[in-house]
């Protein structure tokens, strides 16, 4: 069965992702990358920028594309207007599938006025809007920003847009399904919802209501061509994550959850 990994990151030689990828049992390089890829047949994944805007420093292995980030150390020293100009430089390269919007970091909803002409640039080029969705890492963060009601708005002004709910939301998980399942225009990513390398039949036993919880909501949404498979890596195991998808996904629908969706959704195959 051929995945994507709609969602990873991609920083080889930062000591903190070193560290996400030993604990996970990986090793934060191209090489292992690559070859863990050819283990699990997994065809190409999707690097949610974490380099900064200009696009020279968005160079990946051939079987990685990128969303470019507009994140929280960008916006530390320049203002969104200013970032317009380099978003479409990227958008311009075929390797540069999206855009990533980082609101509980930054601090902004994704309906302020500024996120406009970013919304105009993606239907322009017809490349998705991913949005970091849900609880956030670490305690500086706002997750007022990140709740995935807000998203509900963006993608009624903006119909002509995708856009991809990252992390499903989670822990809100009820109102998630609910944007999911309404909006014709939003997906949503499945990743970072395991950290580390774990016993996943001794976490099915600890935390059995919330995972049958996170499975009944994906359910509610009735809706797989909206689900994609993502890992969040290096936070977390491969092998780990393909088992929880694929307990949380009936076995008809893995073909379109772990390959077809991400496929349609970031136009790559």
Known sequence: ???????????????????????????????????T?????????????????E????????????CIGVDRSYLNGHTLEESYDLIEENLK??????????????????????????????????????????QTAGSKAYIKYSHPLTMDEAAVRHPDVQFVMCHFGN????????????????????????EGKVDFTALLKKQRGYLEILKSWIGYCDAPEKFMFGTDWPLANYGDYIEFVKWLIPETQWEQVFYKTAANVYRIG
């Open 55 to 66: 696009p020279e420093r968005h160079q990946y292995p051939k079987f990685l594309r990128y």
């Open 93 to 134: 390269r075929p390797d540069c599938v999206g855009i990533k919007l980082y609101p509980g970091y930054n601090r902004t909803y994704i309906t302020d006025e500024p996120y406009e002409p970013v919304y105009e640039l993606a239907a322009q080029y017809k490349k998705p809007v991913a949005v970091h969705m849900g």
């Open 1 to 35: 069965m051929k995945i994507i990994d709609a969602h990873l990151h991609f920083c080889p030689g930062y000591e903190h992702f070193d560290l996400l990828a030993k604990a996970a049992e990986h090793e934060n390089t191209a090489e292992h990358l690559e070859k």
């Open 37 to 53: 890829y050819e283990q699990h047949e997994i065809v190409g994944g999707i690097v949610m920028g974490n380099r900064g805007m």
């Open 171 to 194: 822990p809100w998980l009820m109102d998630a399904a609910a944007v999911v399942e309404k909006n014709e225009n939003v997906a949503a990513d499945l990743s970072g919802l395991l």
